[in-house]
């Protein structure tokens, strides 16, 4: 029944989609404030229209949540699902083959069957959209066997704090069994998996201050402290000979995986080959003693993300700026605190500075990171539901990339989320030519709807 229904409207499924994507619903970017909205009107549309009863846009001090809700019977169990549908900046815009905006499909190396291309076509609004179309396929098909409350936010790109203040604001609107996600991705197509852990977030921007203003860089080049020259020492000073983070005390809680765990983590199909070709790497890179694998899941990290000062036009001109800027993200792991962390950056960014210039730091957004146990209901229900649609049992794998607001859902609503995501490392997300197969976004229609059974069938 139900795949039948997909089958006959799989060319609507993947159009509407198509609608959603054309709205540029760029959270960070004032300029697109009214884009955001639009995109907020149209996911409210599309549960209405799938069934969904309740719906509303329940504003908050930033963009909105899109709410809505069917509760078929209350003595069954509650699936809150969970996702954004606020997408990345595009740029850089040049590198795109076609407009971010306007949706193409192709067909890949990877996605023989085509992909769609178009910023958020998979972080987040064509796997958030996955569980709009099979609501619908499920309402229509009379086979709803959980009550559903949507809950889909407008600034996961941009720190979800809002979406903070909505949940604290309405936990008796949002009480339920399990959370629902599908934000994050699967090994490959043939071998699915299922998220157990995120990484948790520190986000700070420095700013080295030299001279009061910019100088001639043979007149006083040698005599005074040149800031990008400083900043840049700095922060190569941040790590050392084996990659390890220097920050004094930034490792003291990170929790230690027993070699048990380790050798569970490497059984996981990986092929290094394959990830440096793909990249384009002569070699990988990391903290020494640690795989690929663990060195983008279970370790922190510290990146910069951007670096600024100084003259960057055409040609050459010769100054010694006055100023210098970075934007530094370090990933968390378990036991991390990002406020924590946070302030051992200052601390030490500060103390390693040379008095011959002035550091100021700035924090940015942070979030915690998320582990989620595989002996629950939630977890077993999806890896029923993905062994049943994939012919093969999903592998639990923890991922580098971080959703903050998942560990604020267990403070505050205390519920476990599971992460069934069905996007690709190389579905470009936040980058140029972002990207979703189109088998992916019928297998997550797919496999959503039993979730739902099998969620229903273990909380008898
Ligand atoms: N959906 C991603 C996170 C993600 C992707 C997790 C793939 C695991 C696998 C999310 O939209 C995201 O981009 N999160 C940001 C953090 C946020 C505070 C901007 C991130 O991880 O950089
Ligand atoms: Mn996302
Ligand atoms: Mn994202």
Not at 171 to 191: A, Q
Not at 369 to 381: K, L
Not at 395 to 413: M, Y
Request: glycine share 8%.
């Amino acid at each position: 029944m139900q795949k039948q229904y997909i089958e006959e409207n799989k060319d609507r499924f993947l159009e509407e989609l198509k609608d959603l994507l054309r709205i540029p619903s760029i959270s960070a970017d004032s300029a697109y404030a009214g884009d955001v909205l639009k995109t907020a009107d149209a996911v409210a549309k599309s549960l209405v229209d799938a069934g969904v009863d309740n719906v509303e846009i329940c504003e908050t001090p930033g963009f909105p949540v899109v709410y809505g809700d069917k509760i078929i019977d209350p003595a069954l169990p509650t699936i809150v699902v969970y996702g954004h549908y606020d997408v990345q900046p595009p740029d850089p815009m040049d590198l795109w083959e076609s407009g971010p905006f306007e949706p193409v499909i192709k067909k890949t190396a990877i996605h023989p069957e085509g992909a769609i291309f178009a910023r958020g076509a998979c972080d987040d609004k064509g796997q958030m959209y996955m569980h709009v179309k099979a609501f619908e396929v499920m309402n229509k098909t009379n086979s709803l066997a959980c009550n559903v409350k949507f809950m889909i936010e407008g600034e996961e790109e941009i720190g979800s704090e809002n979406l903070a203040w909505f949940v604290e604001r309405n936990k008796e609107k949002l009480k339920c069994d399990v959370i629902l996600i599908s934000d994050t991705g699967i090994l490959n197509n043939d071998n699915p998996s299922i998220t157990t852990g995120l990484r948790g977030l520190s986000y700070v921007e420095v700013k080295v201050t030299g001279p009061n203003r910019d100088l001639h860089s043979g007149l006083y080049g040698g005599a005074v402290a040149n800031p990008i020259n400083i900043l840049s020492k700095m922060i190569a000073s941040l790590h050392d000979e084996n990659n390890h983070i220097t920050i004094p005390g930034f490792y003291d809680n990170v929790e230690v995986l027993s070699d048990e765990e380790r050798a569970e983590m490497a059984k996981a199909p990986f092929d290094l080959e394959k990830y440096k070709k793909a990249l384009d790497l002569g070699d990988v890179w990391g903290e020494k003693g640690y795989s690929t694998m663990e060195r983008n899941s279970i370790r922190p990290t510290l990146d910069v993300n951007g670096i600024w000062g100084g003259y960057t036009g055409e040609g050459a001109k010769t100054v010694i700026a006055s100023e210098a800027f970075a934007k530094i993200s370090m990933r968390l792991v378990p036991g991390q605190e990002p406020e924590a962390i946070t302030k051992l950056f200052v601390d030490h960014f500060k103390s390693i500075a040379p008095s011959a210039v002035k550091v100021e730091v700035t924090p940015h957004h942070g979030g915690d990171p998320y582990v989620s146990p595989t002996d629950n209901p939630g977890y077993m229900a999806a890896s029923m539901a993905m062994e049943e649609s994939y012919g093969k049992k999903p592998i639990p794998v923890r991922s580098g990339g971080s959703i903050p607001i998942v560990a604020l859902f267990e403070r505050e609503l205390k519920v476990k989320s599971i992460l069934m995501g069905f996007g690709l490392d190389s579905d470009a997300i936040h980058s140029p030519n972002e990207h979703y197969g189109l088998f992916n976004y019928f297998k997550g229609i797919e496999t959503i709807p039993l979730f739902h059974k099998n969620f229903a069938k273990l909380n008898k």
